[in-house]
């Protein structure tokens, strides 16, 4: 409780010093960066995806399922058992299904073979909509990704299918197509651009790929809500103009491979808060 | 080769040897993007087909493309350019502004009712009010005051907006005429908004 009512009151007065912010916002563009900034800083102690990491680490320990097991026995690269650090180091390639995977996926994988949920099920609307009550799928995420917080980013590059991946994800990331013409690149290939106000990451760029390698998942003021990697990567693709990108999908992972790889060196400190 | 040469050969060979073994063609890439996609309503899995234009400027995302090729690239954009049938370049600017501030359309969460917008202000400065724009594309504060309202920068700049790709092959901004986002006579609009010496770009 004294969680919600710290996130709250912290967010109460953030919203109250963007608002406050607004009149000088014609000033300069630098001010609305600068009151971001303080937002974020006002709201660092009291993340409402704190909650969400509670409820995932419940969930995580439930019995559930056809197979009534908990996820405790789940393999994210570390044996299973073992969650602090594993996220840091995924994508990777997993011997027992042959395959690069992602924490979501691996999350997923595990639902189905320890659980007996059938894939379907655990792959179906893993984002909660607006207004709705964050998904299980969300806060399980928010559970692992916070027990690899502070560890250094190091998606591994020595299995054939870790680096194809890899590769795969870079050309992924430069494919423009649609109505648009718009590739990942066009957004996020150069320094100090923006989208009206909104700062872009260089993500051909070491530093500003680490940044943002280790900030999602994230708290979205905006939305209420904990977005996912998975989740930033579909909406990228929605705002590209492209089809809707299925969930752990082959092309969202090997995008994420190729961001985590070139993030190698960041330090994981996520769930992060965005606007 | 000396002996030592061709050690340092061989062992080059060895370490390049896992990565050569992987090297992913765009055909694979293809493959994966149409399984990893779905339609939804109006945005089909063809849009992903990638057009010769898309096809090259992916290709050369990362390294220099060949001058001949991007002037192959630069004429055909511009030989597709469609000019107004009745020599009518200019709308009202007000109208403009509106769909130069409006993101909407051919998104999968839009419909086919939804009017789509030109989101200029997503890239460009455009009117000295809008202060929430984008700095992907160069400011166009002041377009018409600069370069007059000649015919010539009336087709230039019509030209343009229907298919940039005409004057700088494989730029970022998307080709409003020839991939029918805007139509004929939103184009028109927008126009006005940057050449009209009423609008207020140009005041």
Known sequence: ?275 | MTFKSFVAAAALVAVMAPAAQAQTSQADVLTIMKSSFKERGIAKLDRLDQNELQKQCSEYSTRPMPAPMKAALEKAALDDVKYPADGRFLGDWKVGERIAQSGVGLQFSDNEKTVNGGNCYACHQISKAEISYGNIGPTLYQYGKLRGNTVEIQRYTWARIWNAHAFNACNIMPRFGAAGILSEEQIRHVMALLLDPASPVNR
């Open chain 1, 1 to 275: 409780m004294s969680v919600i009512r710290r996130g709250a009151v912290a967010i109460g007065a953030a919203l109250a010093l963007l608002v406050a912010a607004a009149p000088t916002l014609s000033q300069a563009q630098s001010n609305t960066q600068a009151e971001l900034e303080k937002y974020r800083q006002m709201l660092g102690d009291g993340n409402p995806a704190e909650l969400l990491v509670m409820r995932g680490e419940g969930l995580w320990k439930t019995k559930r399922g056809p197979k009534q097991a908990s996820l405790e026995g789940c393999d994210l690269g570390k044996g299973p058992g073992v969650v602090p650090g594993t996220y840091a180091e995924l994508p990777r390639y997993f011997a027992d299904t042959d395959s690069v995977m992602d924490a979501e996926a691996r999350i997923v994988h595990c639902i189905v073979t320890l659980q007996g949920i059938p894939r379907a099920d655990a792959v179906r609307n893993p984002y909660s909509g607006a207004g709705q009550r964050q998904t299980d799928m969300e806060a399980l995420v928010a559970f692992v990704v916070e027990e690899s917080r502070g560890v250094t980013i190091n998606v591994p590059q020595k299995h054939p299918k870790e680096i194809a991946a890899a590769q795969r994800g870079e050309k992924i990331f430069y494919f423009r197509g649609g109505p648009y013409d718009f590739s990942c690149a066009s957004c996020h290939g150069e320094d100090d651009k923006r989208i009206r106000l909104q700062d872009l990451p260089n993500l051909n760029k070491d530093e500003p790929a680490r940044r943002a390698f280790a900030t999602w998942p994230a708290y979205r003021v905006s939305q209420g809500a904990m977005r996912t990697m998975q989740w930033r990567i579909y909406d990228c693709f929605r705002q590209q103009r492209f089809p809707e990108l299925d969930y752990i999908s082959p092309a969202s992972i090997d995008l994420i491979t190729f961001l985590g790889v070139r993030a190698q060196g960041g330090k994981m400190d996520s769930p992060a808060i965005k606007r």
